[in-house]
């Protein structure tokens, strides 16, 4: 997508041109695009790896691809999504959104923003080049648990390089967000004036940079293990294959987090605009959001149930975990609240935010279903948790990003997107998304174990269902690269304030949104 | 009174409602007033650790010894 009109070009931009000005570019806005244009690759990417396995699994017995790489796609769909998908797009929407929104000209160290977003691409070739070495990519489980990922190929060790390389550009990512919040808003926007997406922001970046470098610590021991002679991992050695879960755990949960947090943040600015109303509680959800944050690191156990530990230790990790829904339901109920009695719209992104709250509170509830530890007992490993995390990622994280795109592209492209191709996209999108993945709580609930391409026929018909309606899933999402492409090549003319009642400081500039703006800091009353 | 500084049981009280995730609207003002940010951090590092031995003393309390 365009992110400046090329006249706008002419008369700001003075860089190289053509690919070059890609590569060497310092502007938030051009970063921004950049990070998204690799999530939506990187999420097809992952999308097709997804769709191969829901094609295995249409029906009982082998057809379509053998179980080791069954078990290479299952792990590999995890990683890019999370890593490749899911992660660089919000902080696209960070890079393109936060200097906006709080007056900033640009992100405090531009040179590092480029060198984050460029890390990426070669960490990405790494990671998907890894099916085609011998022995294929990574099958232990987008987790990489020891011993299975002690024991891989060379698949394993791109993946760990990967890992590592796109952790240092998320920490490098982080501590820009975190600069530029902090000393860059303009004179007038305190800490409590700023949009709350800037908030969920700045208090996700502050969780990167306390949990990114646990993962590459965790990893790093994995590598070691392999390579070195080190035993962390290996019980032959002295070791403990379960410290691994530990140190994952301790990075995966508030990673958790960090996958949902910027999320709430894009719909609580969405749902504002269109119930025509300030945001309900703007206090209250800084703070949920911020005890969300600190609750996360106290709750990693409740993912290794199953590995045994006391039951002293079992009832802790229980308890906190139920205690997040607290602050979580608060900013559910502030959502509905700003909604009550307002002149709400249902346009594509209104849609896509009220869908989030419907379909992501479904998860929270599986979420806290699984928290009880004699039910995860019951459950771990099953098609439940697949079912849980899916409804908590796709219906919770990525739908939010439909929400954000649809509610930005104005500003990013200077075009309104095509309200049909949207609503297309939502209804397709929220209607096969349950047909997906409704049934595997069924099928989780009767006993159906995760990363398995062969089952007992008593799960036929409920994965057959589940299949159909991850196709019709995945063929949606060819409607938003349709919406994307149509908004950056035309449409109807975008004025500043795009949508009617939208508030923000983002929305007093142009748009499109000029290649340089805010140099001269606007002042915030 | 817009210099007076929070003191420590009124930031302690501000974090600890932080957790629940509500707040009045006017002890909130107060608090955007008076809080120092570096006293709510550390009153935030503090309540987590509340958070955790409360949890733990109650988890002591269930489980029979």
């Known amino acids: ?525 | 009174m817009a210099d007076s500084r929070a003191g420590f049981l009124a930031t302690m009280r501000a974090v600890l409602w932080s957790f629940v995730g509500i707040r009045k609207r006017k002890d909130y003002q107060d608090d955007a007033r008076s809080l120092d940010p570096r006293a709510v951090v550390v009153a935030g590092l503090l309540g987590g650790l509340i958070f955790v031995l409360v949890l733990v003393a109650v988890v002591k309390w269930v489980v029979p010894t």
Not at chain 1, 17 to 29: A, C, S, Y
């Open chain 1, 1 to 525: 997508m365009a992110a400046v009109t090329p006249d706008q070009l002419h008369g700001h931009h003075h860089g190289p041109t053509g690919l070059m000005r890609w590569i060497t570019t310092t502007n938030h806005k051009d970063i921004g695009t950049m990070y998204l244009v690799f999530a939506l690759i990187m999420f097809f990417a992952g999308g097709v790896m997804a769709l191969t396995i829901r094609a295995e699994l249409f029906q009982p017995g082998l057809q379509v691809v053998q179980p080791e790489f069954f078990n290479q796609l299952t792990t590999m769909h995890g990683l890019v999504m999370v890593f490749g998908a899911i992660m660089p797009a919000f902080v696209g929407f960070a890079n393109w959104q936060i200097p906006l929104m709080i007056g900033a000209s640009d992100m405090a160290f531009a040179r590092m923003n480029n060198w984050s977003f460029w890390l990426l691409p070669p960490a990405a070739l790494l990671l998907v080049g890894s099916f085609l070495v011998p022995g294929g990519a990574t099958a232990a489980g987008w987790t990489l648990y020891a011993p299975l990922s002690v024991q891989m190929g060379m698949g394993m060790d791109m993946a760990i390089f990967a890992v590592h390389i796109m952790g240092a550009s998320s920490i490098m990512g982080a501590i820009n967000i975190v600069v530029t919040i902090l000393n860059m808003r303009a004179p007038g926007m305190t800490m409590m004036k700023m949009p709350l997406f800037v908030w969920t922001w700045l208090i996700t970046a502050y969780l990167l940079i306390a949990v990114m470098p646990v993962l590459a610590g965790a990893v790093t021991m994995i590598l070691t293990d392999r390579h070195f002679g080190t035993a962390f991992f290996n019980a032959a050695g002295g070791g403990d294959p379960v410290l691994f879960q530990h140190v994952f755990w301790f990075f995966g949960h508030p990673e958790v987090y960090i996958m949902i947090l910027p999320a709430f943040g894009i719909v609580s600015q969405i749902i504002p605009t269109f119930a025509r109303k300030p945001l309900f509680g703007y206090a209250s959800m800084v703070y949920a959001t911020a005890s969300i944050a600190i609750l996360s690191f106290v709750v990693w156990a409740h993912h290794m149930f199953t590995t045994g530990m006391p039951a002293a230790t079992q009832l802790f990790f229980m308890y906190a975990t139920m205690l997040i829904a607290v602050p979580t339901g608060v900013k559910v109920f502030n959502w509905v609240a700003t909604m009550w009695k307002g002149s709400m719209t249902f346009e594509t992104p209104m849609l896509f935010a009220v869908g989030f709250i419907f379909v992501f509170t479904m998860g929270g509830f599986t979420g806290l279903i699984c928290a009880i530890a004699p039910i995860d007992i019951q459950v771990q490993d099953t098609y439940y948790v697949v079912a849980h995390f899916h409804y908590v990622l796709v219906a919770g994280s990525l739908f939010a990003l439909f929400a954000g795109t649809y509610y930005w592209l104005p500003k990013w492209t200077g075009h309104m997107p095509s309200e049909k191709i949207g609503k297309w996209h939502f209804w397709c999108s929220i209607v096969f998304f349950n047909l997906a993945f409704f049934p595997m709580h069924f099928l989780g609930l009767a006993g159906m174990p995760r990363r398995i391409p062969d089952y007992g026929l008593q799960f036929a018909d409920f994965n057959a269902i589940a299949t159909i309606g991850a196709f019709g899933f995945g063929f949606s999402q060819l409607l938003f690269v349709l919406a994307i492409v149509k908004c950056a090549r035309g449409g109807e003319r975008a004025a500043a304030r795009s949508w009617e009642a939208a508030e923000g400081l983002e929305w007093t500039v142009p748009s499109p949104a000029p290649h340089h703006t805010f140099e001269e800091a606007p002042l915030v009353r």
